[in-house]
């Protein structure tokens, strides 16, 4: 009944939705919206083992799924407009996405705004890949993921890894992602209604916490506005109804720009991470799509050592 | 009766404003809503004369009041978020502060979105004052003056000079500037309600249609990105009801960094170009101030030869 199931879902969408965000809405009460999001994110799967970690500076956890290759890891970015989000509240998602991919993830705690502002986040994300390659790990074995912001800082990831000369990941898969902090993507305002999840009020106080009186239009803030050359394959999932499809979209036409393998998959008539309610088809048939994404582009077999 | 004039006011601003724009408005609708805004701009003052000219090779008219130094030249841009507008249509506003600053001034007919996107209004901009250089008027002798987006223009512009090398300016001198097409600033969705005039939903088409798929962040197109090295004195005026509020604060804190002279003034309980209103007493005030600023920064007296 996957439709019914969307309908339910929708509804709870916009009654989240309905509590206003102002420019008084304090930081707890944008914490809470977003917590109300990864709530819905339903029941982690039973076999999914979670262990607390640190990957050089910065803290997270592994996640361990049956069946999966030690030698495959997923480095990931979980949501919350920067803001707020921990690894602990994507756990649901994080497990299913290891489990579709058959590999083990890192999901990182990476510092939040408004306590650790622009570009704190991203150095964590890159402090946290630096250490995997510090232990061995091989860069071909590594696919960078995030969902929401979480996504936007993975392509933010990549443009530092290689403008810093590291060895490049070898792909990168995001749900969602908010890519674009300028909010200049035109689904910010004609999905304005149909978004059940996201609003720009949100967004656009998340971007202010974050971005404090940096320019929202820094590549490393909103990567849609640098260079895709030398990125590694992506696929990216988006549903028709959000307000973030045009940021989806746009990282679509930037990787074609560079001439990057990427495969942008906009779900008709899905809402914001319609990936979050696994009784969906389109979040099955989406979650498998991303696992075997991972598993074609990353090694799993290869040199890469004791990575814990 | 300024209390009731301004009440009055206020509430024309706010049905106009009722027509709601989306992501379907077309760009006729769009300028009707701009038009809508100059259509308030009340009488043009009698005296006034209005010539059509080409400075160039961009058209607009010069604007001749009685009393005005033929040697302190206004080079004005109109507002219109960069999509519709015209000389005419802000006559009376542009007759009023050549008034207030005895001054003339030649109002640009700068090519607008979408027919021609950004950075087509910026070169007419700065194209114009090369084209009164050339003419023989001394930098010194004129003053760069706009409103809305011809505000932000302005700011623009003197971006412009500065990085060409050509003579600066005497001054510049804005009306609620729009200087951020990223639409950051915290007013936009702080003044949300309070802003009669305008919405993030216009200025959000709008800048769709000036910058196509450029950043909303290129200082050209929004220079409270750029630098303000080297600027001459600034004066900005906005209203305390306004979403555009804090791009004029902005500029401020620009300016300052910069240790270029500024004065920024934010007119309580003001709406959107409460300028327009000449019966209002904080318009006949804002209008003094920016004519005793273009009387004391631009020379009036100087080997400004003929300019016409």
Not at 275 to 288: G, M, T, W, Y
Request: charged fraction near 20%; hydrophobic fraction near 45%.
């Amino acid at each position: 009944m996957p439709q019914l199931q969307s309908a339910i879902f929708a509804r709870a969408a916009r009654v989240t939705k309905g509590r206003a965000v102002g420019a008084d809405t304090d930081i707890e009460e944008l914490r809470r919206h977003y917590s109300s999001l990864s709530d819905r994110l339903g029941a982690t799967p039973g076999p999914a083992r979670f262990a607390p970690a640190q990957l050089g500076p910065v803290k997270g956890e592994w996640v361990d799924v049956e069946g999966a290759s030690a030698h495959r890891i997923i480095l990931y970015f979980h949501g919350g407009g920067f803001i707020a989000g921990s690894p602990e509240t994507h756990r649901p998602l994080i497990a299913r996405l290891c489990q579709a991919g058959q590999a083990r993830a890192f999901s990182l705690a990476y510092r939040l705004a408004p306590e650790y502002a622009f570009p704190a986040g991203l150095r964590d994300a890159v402090d946290s890949y630096r250490a995997l390659l510090h232990k061995g790990v091989s860069a071909s074995s590594i696919v960078l993921a995030g969902n929401d912001a979480g996504g936007g800082l993975a392509f933010a990831c990549l443009l530092a890894i290689r403008n810093a000369g590291l060895p490049m990941a070898a792909a990168c898969v995001a749900m969602s992602p908010w890519a674009d902090l300028a909010l200049s993507g035109w689904s910010i305002l004609a999905n304005a209604r149909s978004d059940g999840a996201l609003s720009w009020e949100l967004l656009f106080m998340s971007a202010r916490h974050y971005l404090k009186k940096q320019s929202p239009a820094d590549p490393y803030a909103s990567p849609i506005y640098g260079g895709f050359r030398d990125f590694p394959p992506i696929m990216v999932h988006a549903g028709s109804l959000e307000i973030l499809k045009d940021d989806a979209s746009r990282i679509g036409e930037k990787a074609a720009e560079a001439n990057v393998r990427v495969s942008v998959e906009i779900y008709d008539g899905m809402q914001h991470l319609f990936q979050a309610n696994p009784d969906l088809s389109e979040a099955r048939v989406s979650l498998q799509r991303m696992g075997q994404f991972i598993r074609s582009k990353a090694a799993g077999n290869a040199a890469a050592t004791a990575a814990q």
